[in-house]
């Protein structure tokens, strides 16, 4: 509907974007044409997500995809009324080509929340309001698959998971430009400050090491008492832990159109006429470590820095652990029901 804006885009980013952009879109497939998907791939579209349920699954444009589109997906939200119908698409989505199949969550909102009603779907409560038996659907079209020995990558989009990285991403863009040097940015996005807290002479000794041993003399910040010193998590093999206590306080970001003058602030232009306003507020004071609970909070934090669920703290109670996971680790699994 929108061939030409779309190539616009295209032609746009690749002229002016220097670093790897990866560029997807997405299209029920009615106003497909080979010679239109030519033009796309020659101006450097990389991937295309036919959504086939909103055309009766009918794959004929979506087969005229394969072969001229690097990579092409078929991505759909599971539909528990057309499970029966999806289930042999499956293997034809297959054989035909195709590199994904990717399958959404049913999500209730004001818009559709009238027609969602007359079906009689099962609603869960959470970040969003969801469908249960969207999900039912999506995981048992996932079984006929491994059951039918048909090895066609299937993803399920939840909306559990969606959440958590989408929020991720924003928070992130958002931390790196309010954050500063001697600050880190966790996994989900949150901004991370470290600090050691003790005597002036234990604190300056370990300044003064920083100090002969790197010479990018932002990424750490030593208070005007000179019994703290604030640090970015790349200085932490340098520092000695023996006699100070280790603290941890992490700030959450939100993007405003103008500034509210409640938290901290930073203006971005994003043209000569518009900007916007990143503002940075405390989500916690600080928790505070000791002794062998530092070291388990670089081996589960620092030096792991993955996407994956924390394991177990030994030495502290479920409530404080429960509290910093929330700040550093996406939460694995699909959605609990009650």
Same mark, same amino acid.
């Given at each position: ?16 974007? +220097? ?40 794959? =004929? ?178 520092? =000695? ?16 159109? +103008? ?80």
């Amino acid at each position: 509907m929108t061939f030409d804006r779309v190539l616009l885009f295209l032609k746009t980013l690749r002229a002016k974007v +220097s670093h790897p952009l990866y560029i997807w879109m997405y299209t029920n497939g009615l106003l497909v044409t080979e010679d239109k998907l030519k033009e796309l791939k020659d101006n450097g579209l990389d991937e295309i997500r036919f959504d086939i349920s909103a055309n009766k699954y009918r794959l =004929d444009a979506m087969k005229k995809a394969i072969g001229i589109i690097p990579c092409v997906t078929v991505e759909i939200p599971a539909i528990p009324e057309d499970i029966e119908k999806t289930k042999p698409l499956i293997k034809e989505l297959h054989e035909a080509g195709v590199n994904y199949l990717n399958l959404h969550q049913i999500r209730c909102t004001t818009f559709n929340k009238t027609r969602l009603m007359k079906r009689g779907y099962t609603f869960v409560n959470g970040a969003g309001v969801t469908v249960m038996e969207t999900e039912m659907a999506a995981l048992e079209l996932i079984q006929y698959a491994l059951d039918n020995n048909i090895y066609l990558p299937i993803n399920y989009c939840s909306f559990t998971y969606r959440h958590q990285f989408q929020k991720a991403g924003a928070q992130r863009r958002n931390a790196l430009k309010i954050k500063a040097e001697h600050e880190d940015v966790t996994p989900i996005g949150q901004i991370r400050a470290l600090s050691i807290c003790g005597a002036q002479k234990q604190i300056g000794s370990i300044h003064k090491h920083l100090l002969a041993k790197v010479e990018n003399t932002s990424l750490w910040l030593l208070s005007k008492t000179g019994d703290q010193l604030f640090f970015n998590a790349d200085m932490w093999p340098l520092i =000695d832990f023996s006699n100070v206590r280790l603290q941890v306080a992490y700030s959450g970001t939100s993007l405003k159109s +103008s500034v509210s003058f409640r938290h901290l602030f930073r203006e971005i232009a994003l043209n000569r006429r518009k900007k916007i306003v990143i503002e940075r507020h405390s989500k916690s004071p600080g928790f505070f470590f000791e002794g062998e609970q530092i070291r388990q909070f670089d081996e589960e934090f620092i030096k792991s820095n993955t996407f994956s669920p924390v394991s177990a703290y030994n030495n502290l109670s479920s409530e404080f652990f429960d509290e910093i996971k929330n700040f550093e680790s996406f939460s694995s699994g699909l959605a609990r029901y009650f």
